[in-house]
Every structure is written in structure tokens, then in C-alpha cells.
């Protein structure tokens, strides 16, 4: 959509993003989600990622209706499983020994209302001290956002007081004033502090590295002391090796669905990702950095999944080592 067929309010709320996030970074988005825009409007194919294959859909919806396997598949998205992940991290502060965040990815949230109760089903009572969502709001990588935001606001009420978020591949950044007001931080290449009894951990969050390429690690790390613990909440794992030279402790992802259509045993025909197949789903770590992709809660392309349970994720962070 081009900045003259915005409305006046949203138009001010941009330009209020545009002071925090700065001119390049919401230039650089709102253009290459005008061309995603205009390439669909064309029907044109884009064969580099797998989500802008027009025809993929309907392809994939036509075999799976002749295998008669779509109505299981269906059902198999809204079998939501609760994950619990401890994870050991140096530097963590005594205050937040048992600290708990709760992780949801790939929302998906606009594929229909039978998944949305779901979510909400799922995550209603999970305890947790704070929340973060990383990425993939929309069913679609374009068109209208608001449905999404509007099953957002549904979910909301129970995800807590304190959430943070992350934009993905399939988002607009025009979804980020109406998610802020939501009571969602949305971390474009920003941190937050999070303090307990006195100490601090911060939360980084970068914005997408798969499509847009929009992720500023550096600027997400400014300012967070050196010594301090951080999380780094990332759409997508690909920028794995810079994040864990940029001394994070844990970096917490999803975007490869963990394949969503798996083999037997869960082992993905697809990862839609250019990180190696081991980070593609669950704990992982590459240097000092600890890292979780999730397989996600939602589903894309196609509303099934085979053999790959969608989660959403309660991470314990302990102290490593005893804390020392
Ligand atoms: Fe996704």
C-alpha cells in the first residue's frame, strides 16, 4: 500500500515508529512490502522463498483432498501440545533463577476462529512471569492485517502483563501500532529491562532476517551492558552465528514450523530456512549462546500439519553452574 492510501491516523503512528526505529529501517520495510503487494496483485511467481510460491497452495490443497488427508491434517492444528524447556544460562541474576517465559511463534493467527479458541484454550492458566511472541501474526505473507490483529486482541488478555514481540516474514509494519496498543512491546532492533528484586535482564528482539532482512542486531544490543544476561528474540534462527558473536545468552526463534508436514518421526521435508537442519526445531546451541526454535502454534501455506505438533513453550531459565 503506498504512504498516500494510509489514513491520516495511521500515517501519525507511523511517523511516530519512524522516529523510534529511524528512516532507513521503516522505509526499507514499508518498500519491500509494496512489492510483495504488487507482485501478488501481478500473480507473479518468487521463487527464492517457498511462502511466495503462488500456486504452492493450491497444488498442496488438490493432493491432499485426493489422499483424503486434509480433514486430519486440519484437526492436527489444533492439537496443541505445552512444551516445557529448562535452559542454563551464565550470567543470569539470582532474582530470575526460575524465571519463566512463555513462547509463542508463527501465530498464524487469521487462518480461522476453531484455531484461535484453541490458542486461547491452550495458554489459559499456563503460568509464566513474562511473554514473547515471535513473529508470524498473518496467515498470508500480504493483505489485510487487521483480522490478525483483531484474534490478537482476543488472545491478549491471557498472555500477562509483560509481552514482547517480533516481527516475522509474513507481517506488516503496520501491525506494530496496533499491537503496542494492545499493551505488546514490539522490539524493532530495540531492548527492554526486565527487573526482579532489585536485578535486570534485558530482552533484545530483531526484526525479520528471512525476507525483509531487516534485522540490526547491533542496534538491538546497544546499550544493554556487557555483562548483563540477555534473551534475543529472532523471527527466524538464520542469524545464528552473528547473534552468538554478539555475546546473547539465549536466542529464542521459530519460523521453520519444524517442517509442519513432516516424515515419520517428525523429520521435515522442508525447513523454508538457510540455518542447518539441527536448529530447525527445539534446544540447540552454537558457541556460548543457548538457542530454541519453536515449531510454532500455528500453520502457513496450508492449514494442516502431519507428524510436527504444534506447541507453545514455557522456558525455565536456571543459572549455569550454579550462577558463579
Ligand atoms: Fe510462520
Keep these: 500500500m503506498k504512504w498516500s492510501e494510509?489514513?491520516?491516523?495511521?500515517?501519525?503512528?507511523?511517523?511516530?515508529?519512524?522516529?523510534?526505529?529511524?528512516?532507513?529501517?521503516?522505509?526499507?520495510?514499508?518498500?519491500?512490502?509494496?512489492?510483495d503487494e504488487a507482485r501478488v496483485r501481478r500473480r507473479r511467481t518468487h521463487f527464492p522463498h517457498l511462502e511466495?510460491?503462488?500456486?504452492?497452495?493450491?497444488?498442496?490443497?488438490?493432493?491432499l483432498t485426493l489422499l483424503g488427508l486434509r480433514g486430519r491434517g486440519?484437526?492436527?492444528?489444533?492439537?496443541?501440545e505445552l512444551?516445557?524447556?529448562?535452559?542454563?544460562?551464565?550470567?543470569l541474576p539470582a532474582a530470575f533463577d526460575g524465571f519463566r517465559l512463555l513462547h509463542l511463534s508463527d501465530l498464524h493467527l487469521d487462518v480461522g476462529q476453531p484455531f484461535v479458541a484453541a490458542l486461547i484454550e491452550r495458554v489459559r492458566g499456563v503460568e509464566h512471569d513474562a511473554c514473547?511472541?515471535?513473529?508470524?501474526?498473518?496467515?498470508?505473507t500480504s493483505g489485510p492485517h487487521q483480522p490478525a490483529m483483531a484474534a490478537l486482541a482476543a488472545l491478549r488478555p491471557h498472555l500477562g502483563p509483560r509481552v514482547f514481540a517480533v516481527l516475522g516474514n509474513h507481517d506488516t509494519v503496520r501491525m506494530v501500532p496496533p499491537m503496542e496498543a494492545l499493551g505488546i512491546q514490539v522490539l524493532m532492533n530495540e531492548s527492554a529491562r526486565l527487573e526482579r528484586g532489585g536485578e535486570a535482564v534485558y530482552i533484545a528482539g530483531i526484526d525479520d532476517a528471512h525476507y525483509f532482512r531487516a534485522h540490526g542486531l547491533h542496534k538491538a544490543a546497544d546499550g544493554i551492558p556487557a555483562e548483563a544476561c540477555t534473551v534475543l528474540?529472532?523471527?527466524?534462527?538464520?542469524?545464528?552465528?552473528?547473534?552468538?558473536?554478539?555475546?546473547?545468552?539465549?536466542?529464542?526463534?521459530g519460523h521453520t514450523h519444524g517442517g509442519q508436514i513432516c516424515l515419520p518421526g517428525g523429520i521435515p521435508i522442508l525447513t523454508?530456512?538457510?540455518?542447518?537442519?539441527?536448529?530447525?526445531r527445539g534446544p540447540w546451541r552454537y558457541g556460548r549462546m543457548r538457542g530454541y526454535t519453536s515449531v510454532g502454534c500455528g500453520s502457513s501455506i496450508l492449514d494442516v500439519r502431519f507428524n510436527c505438533r504444534p506447541e507453545v513453550t514455557v522456558h525455565r531459565l536456571v543459572r549455569a553452574g550454579g550462577g558463579a
Excluded: K
Design 233 to 253: 528474540l529472532s523471527h527466524t534462527p538464520e542469524p545464528y552465528r552473528q547473534a552468538a558473536h554478539c555475546g546473547f545468552a539465549l536466542m529464542l526463534c
Design 74 to 80: 486440519r484437526g492436527n492444528t489444533l492439537r496443541i
Design 83 to 91: 512444551r516445557r524447556h529448562e535452559v542454563a544460562l551464565e550470567r
Design 132 to 140: 514473547v511472541l515471535t513473529g508470524d501474526f498473518r496467515f498470508r
Design 6 to 35: 494510509l489514513s491520516d491516523e495511521e500515517q501519525a503512528a507511523l511517523e511516530r515508529l519512524r522516529l523510534r526505529i529511524g528512516r532507513a529501517h521503516l522505509l526499507q520495510r514499508l518498500g519491500l512490502e509494496g512489492e
Design 272 to 280: 523454508d530456512s538457510d540455518a542447518p537442519r539441527a536448529l530447525a
Design 52 to 63: 511466495n510460491w503462488l500456486a504452492l497452495p493450491a497444488v498442496l490443497h488438490g493432493l
